[in-house]
Structures are given as C-alpha cells and as structure tokens.
C-alpha cells in the first residue's frame, strides 16, 4: 500500500513512516493525518516490524497544523467539519503512538513547530539533528496546544518549564532541547539517520515480548500508585518468564553469546 503524503518502509524490522509534504514543512494536511494513523496501525500489526520511526522529508519535521490550509478556509467562510471537532484525527493518531506495542523513535530532522513538536513528544524517544528547532507555536497563533502537548511536555520538562514554553511559544534549538531531556541525543544531519537507526536497531535485537511489556509498564506505572506499579511488573515478569526468547536469553548467558531473540 502506498500513502499520498507518507512514505513507509521495513527494513531490517524497523518500519521507517516519513512525513511527506516537504514544500508544507510537512504540515498536517492534506491526507497526511490518515496516512500516518494508518501507517502506524500498520506497523503495529506486522509481526516483521519491531521499532517505529518517525521523520520527516526535506528540511522540516512537522510545522504542525496547516495554517495556510486555515487561512484559505477561513477565507472562504469555511469551517471544520463537525465530525472533526467532536472526534479529531489528531486524537486517535496520538493514542495509536501511545497504545502501539514498539517502540517510537522520532528522527527529528528540522523545525518541529505546535502539533510537529507534540507528535515528536508522543514518541517514546526522540534524535535530533543540529538543524532541529522546536516551538510550541500555538500561542503566535491564538491558539491552545493539542496533539498532547499539554499532557506530554509538562512530564519531560516539569510543569514550570512547559508553562513558559507554552504561554510564550519561544523556539529552542536542539542543544537547549537536550538539555531539558527533550531529545535522547543529537547528530549532524548528515548523520541522523544513521544514529537512529542504530538505536532502533540494538532495540530490534532485543526480545519484542520484553520490550513491549516494559513500554506498557513505563507509561501505566506514570498513572498509579507504587503498589499497582509493582503488581504489574510481577504479571509481566511472570508472562516473560514463560517465553522462549527468556530461555534463549538464559542459554546465550550461560553459552557467552549474543541472544538470538525469536518474539515467541
């Protein structure tokens, strides 16, 4: 299947989903919302895939909404679809990255502005390039955060800090984004690609059971108390224990060699 604003490739079991609107700085307009929701759907479903990445085409992550698209609607008299206020894409997008068995690395190659910031904020890990800024723009615009920004930033950067982002929408370059743990690490950006996906890789090597019982346990374990927390990680332990993947990972310690990890 092929996407009108998304390109979507497997390799080496990593599914590589990039934002393809480059002349847009890859806004999320057009059919770009639905190819992504779908694309992640897909990826979620094949067994062949073990990490997600997210980037973008040409010099830009996401510029988040399409303003332009706005401005030309606005003045033509238009207005948004009922059915997209009651229900917007971005909503089920943003708990398809959440509720998505693999982990989600973004490859944050440039701008990453509003709604481009938060999708890359929904991801469960994030590489920037040098030339990567972010901004949550909203506010320039007259505007109120969505894509999760409201939820998700205040968790990386700690509520003081993710006011000011917000109330101001001041841009930040990736060295500063590092520094508040915004971004995992940061490459060249002849380099970026490369640098994810050898962390996507040294995760695709690893036991996907595993993986994907301990990113259900980070996110769960944010929202209850120490005990459910613990109970949890038992229920998990105990389901990984069963594996065979745990067993091979046992033989390879005892064999000294690298684990050969089957999903099973």
Same mark, same amino acid.
């Given at each position: ?47 062949? =895939? ?16 399409? =303003? ?121 950006? @002849? ?6 996906? @050898? ?23 944010? @929202? ?23 067993? @091979? ?16």
């Amino acid at each position: 299947m092929t996407y009108k604003c998304l390109l979507y490739e497997v390799r080496d079991r990593i599914a590589t989903l990039t934002l393809n609107r480059p002349d847009r700085l890859n806004a999320l307009g057009d059919t770009l919302r639905d190819d992504l929701h779908d694309a992640l759907l897909r990826a979620s479903e094949d067994n062949e =895939v073990r990490v997600l990445v997210i980037t973008g085409a040409g010099r830009g992550f996401c510029s988040g909404g399409d =303003v332009k698209s706005m401005s030309e609607r606005d003045r033509a008299g238009g207005a948004a679809p009922l059915q997209e206020k009651i229900a917007p894409t971005r909503d089920r997008t943003v708990l398809a990255m959440r509720d998505c068995p693999k982990p989600i690395i973004a490859a944050v190659n440039g701008p990453a502005a509003g709604a481009g910031m938060n999708l890359a904020l929904a991801c469960d890990m994030r590489i920037a390039s040098t030339a990567a800024r972010f901004s949550q723009a909203f506010v320039k615009r007259g505007l109120h955060p969505d894509w999760g920004g409201s939820y998700f930033l205040p968790r990386v950067v700690g509520i003081a800090k993710a006011c000011e982002l917000i109330f101001t929408g001041e841009v930040i370059d990736a060295e500063e984004a590092y520094k508040l743990g915004i971004v995992n690490a940061i490459a060249a950006p @002849e380099a970026l690609m490369a640098k994810t996906h @050898e962390l996507a890789g040294k995760i695709a090597a690893g036991p996907p059971i595993a993986i994907r019982l301990a990113k259900r346990a980070i996110y769960h374990n944010q @929202e209850v108390d120490l005990r459910a927390a613990l109970e949890y990680e038992t229920y998990a332990q105990n389901l990984c224990r069963e594996t065979e993947d745990s067993k @091979e990972g046992v033989r390879a310690f005892v064999e000294k060699r690298a684990p050969n990890f089957r999903g099973c």
